[in-house]
């Protein structure tokens, strides 16, 4: 398999886009602030982003926080000029979207409850395609001119990384000529206080690996990539997208499988595909959350398949859990450091679990890398594991 990435962009606490995001690891500055989500007194760090409620504001009947969110990711970089441009080449019905979501637009559908009138929607939230698990899809259809197939997978956090894998399909099954693959998610009160109902969320800053971690922290983010065929001739980014692997071990509605089943058999499948050794992987992007089950499952998982000496990391302090758009924010960092020659360190790690044996550290590691592996484990057992290639 030989699938480009024409282009990416990533928005989170870090940075709007990923010139920005990379300013952030560079300088090792966290975008995780103390939680200010209205209504809520939660005494916690949150990844929220600046900007989200001008552009709310400019949506119409499509207004949401989530929209709001992938919109504004849409707008960075060239990710508009490049579409605009394969719409051209192609037509618009050759071109397919594939959405990565967890939450949707349920913010939106949170205010509609809280001002209800007579027991039904007031005006302003009579809104069928937003109060909707598709919506993210439906609204980036919207924004994007695209009319072939769009798709919006929803399984917890894994959702943004599965899109990659439905979009590597498409292609090779010439379903469309491209395809923008995204992950959109933003913060709201019931995810939050549901996540702490589970007491999952830490008071403090997470710190994803280590001895003391305690909780995690969320966050919020959109990304996109454009997937394309290899013998296209475009000019792409020299990225491609080599092997994936999807599981569902279906073990617990929240907690991982003990012994990480799922988990192996996703990143089994994607070395598979990719026809690579362990050792052959320079860098993994791990789903490291902070919770001590998570850490603790992967990071003896990992010591399990991988030599010792395999650099991996945790990004998660950076932003936040940033739920559904966590595959695609992550797998986008992975992709940046394989372009880039630069490992993002583990941030606020001080002291390694000591159950885990693995080669991290709370620095940046500067070398050039080949291939790249991103762990997504999601609530239910969802897993997607991704490998990411230079291209030679």
Known sequence: MDIRLLDYQSTSAAGVNVAELRQSIDAQRSGLRK??????????????????EAC????????SRNNALAALGYQQGDLRVNIDKLKQQYQP?????????????????ESAYRELQDDELSPPFRQARVHNPHAPSLYVAHMTGITGPAMTINTACSSSAKVFATGARWLELGVVDAVLVGGVDTLCLSV????DSL?????????????????INLGEASGYAILVRA??????????????GESSDAHHMSHPHPDGLGAELAMQQALAMADLQAEQIDYINLHGTSSRANDLIEGQLIAKLFPTT???????AWMGHTLGAAGI???LIAVDALQRGVIPGSLNLTELDQQLSLSVQADNIVRELSYVLSNSFGFGGNNCCLVFGRVA
């Open 93 to 109: 019905s050759r071109l397919g979207i594939v959405m990565g979501s967890s939450t949707s637009s349920i913010d939106r559908t």
């Open 56 to 63: 709310e504001q400019t949506l119409g009947e499509w207004q």
């Open 192 to 195: 939050l206080h549901g996540f």
């Open 310 to 316: 395999t650099q991996v990391s945790s990004t998660k």
């Open 35 to 52: 939680n200010d989500l209205p209504n809520s007194d939660l005494n916690t760090w949150v990844g929220r982003v600046a900007g989200i």
């Open 329 to 331: 924010t992550e797998a």
């Open 231 to 244: 013998d296209e001739g475009h000019a792409d980014t020299g990225i491609r997208l080599v092997g994936y």
């Open 199 to 215: 007491q999952l969320i830490s008071e403090n800053q997470c710190m994803p690996l280590d001895q003391h971690r305690d909780g």
